[in-house]
């Protein structure tokens, strides 16, 4: 049974920073991008960030690049997500996924995931 369990969210002010954790098990976590989501109140999900599984790639939305920085530790079976200079627009519930493909590329889209975490929430105050 496949699990993927976010920490790290809450309550920050702007330009705050906060880290992300994300722990995998169930899965060969080494083998399989891993990518961030959220989904603010009232609108849709969105890709966050997204690395591949030697680590070597990572992808950015353009609201983030520069900002948050997605990182893993295929040994803790971990994927994190540094998050600086928070802005209130970043207040949503933050996701990580497993992608459905072993050893790809990183993908964009939340419909290339197979497994989610429950998310954990990220509120920036102004």
């Known amino acids: 049974q496949v699990q993927l369990v976010e920490s790290g969210g809450g309550l920050v002010q702007a330009g705050g920073s906060l880290r992300l954790s994300c722990v995998a098990s169930g899965l060969t976590f080494s083998r399989y991008a891993m990518g961030w989501f959220r989904q603010a109140p009232g609108k849709e999900r969105e890709f966050v960030a997204t690395l591949n599984w030697r680590a070597t790639t990572a992808y950015y939305a353009d609201s983030v690049r520069g900002r948050f920085t997605i990182s893993r530790d295929n040994a803790k079976n971990t994927v994190y997500l540094q998050m600086n200079s928070l802005k209130p627009d970043d207040t949503a519930i933050y996701y990580c996924?497993?992608?459905?493909?072993?050893?790809?590329?990183?993908?964009?889209?939340?419909?290339?995931?197979?497994?989610w975490g429950q998310g954990t929430q990220v509120t920036v105050s102004s």
């Open positions: 996924a497993s992608d459905r493909l072993q050893m790809g590329v990183p993908r964009r889209t939340a419909a290339s995931y197979e497994y």
